[in-house]
């Protein structure tokens, strides 16, 4: 079994009991070795995944709505696109966004070696203006790139989500950060954002207090 890090990013903390933390992944069952070695890699260079937690969710959610095109917004190493690129399955297509080359080479080279790089499009620069040049609707458009440019997502991202089609946002609980006075830019972003899905006529949304935060919205 490839060894875990002792302490992953992806385990924040903050939103949920520790002991509670400690239970849901305790249970989770060993990732193979590509996902494994990138959960060290993470934790080792410091580099924000979603972690294997959020993952299941996200994959899961895939599966159930039967999504085959999906729009990442913030790729990083490409941890998540593997597991949304594994549940769009044969026929199925993951649009890859980051803005850093060197990130996205390293995530190609993981993607090949999951054996899904056919069902994914890397594109290199800025996901806002990567999905603002987008004509196709999309299943799922999943959005984890810079917190104080969230709330400018929603405006993008409903006209190129499908009907009946998921947005979900990664960290819209920020640590804890939301429930905290004095919040800084990045929480202020996040809590315009949530006020925003929430409010917004066309979403039906739900917030799951996951890790760090997972908002799931239904385009009606």
């Not at 999906?70 to 297509?93: D, H, K, L, N, V």
């Not at 950060?177 to 066309?202: G, H, M, R, W």
Request: aromatic content about 8%; proline content about 6%.
């Amino acid at each position: 079994m490839p060894e875990q890090p002792a302490k992953p990013d992806w385990r924040m903390g903050g939103i949920t009991v520790p002991q509670v933390e400690d239970y849901l992944y305790s249970m989770l069952p060993p990732r193979d070795e590509v996902l494994a070695e990138m959960e060290a890699d993470a934790a080792k260079n410091d580099v924000a995944i979603v972690g294997p937690a959020v993952a299941r969710v996200l994959h899961q959610l895939a599966v159930i709505s039967g999504a085959k095109k999906i729009f990442e917004m913030g790729s990083a190493i490409g941890y998540s696109t593997i597991w949304w690129a594994r549940a769009a399955g044969e026929g199925g297509r993951v649009i890859y966004t980051d803005g850093d080359p060197k990130r996205a080479e390293k995530a190609r080279r993981y993607f090949d070696r999951a054996g899904v790089a056919k069902r994914i499009t890397v594109r290199v620069g800025d996901a806002l203006e990567i999905l603002s040049e987008e004509k196709e609707q999309y299943d799922i458009i999943f959005n984890d790139i810079d917190k104080t440019d969230y709330p400018r997502v929603i405006r993008l991202a409903l006209p190129r989500l499908k009907s009946g089609g998921l947005f979900i946002t990664d960290n819209v609980l920020w640590n804890g950060k939301v429930s905290q006075p004095n919040p800084d830019a990045q929480t202020k972003a996040i809590l315009e954002f949530n006020k925003l899905i929430y409010a917004s006529p066309d979403l039906f949304t739900t917030i799951l207090p996951l890790r760090d935060g997972v908002s799931l919205c239904v385009k009606k």
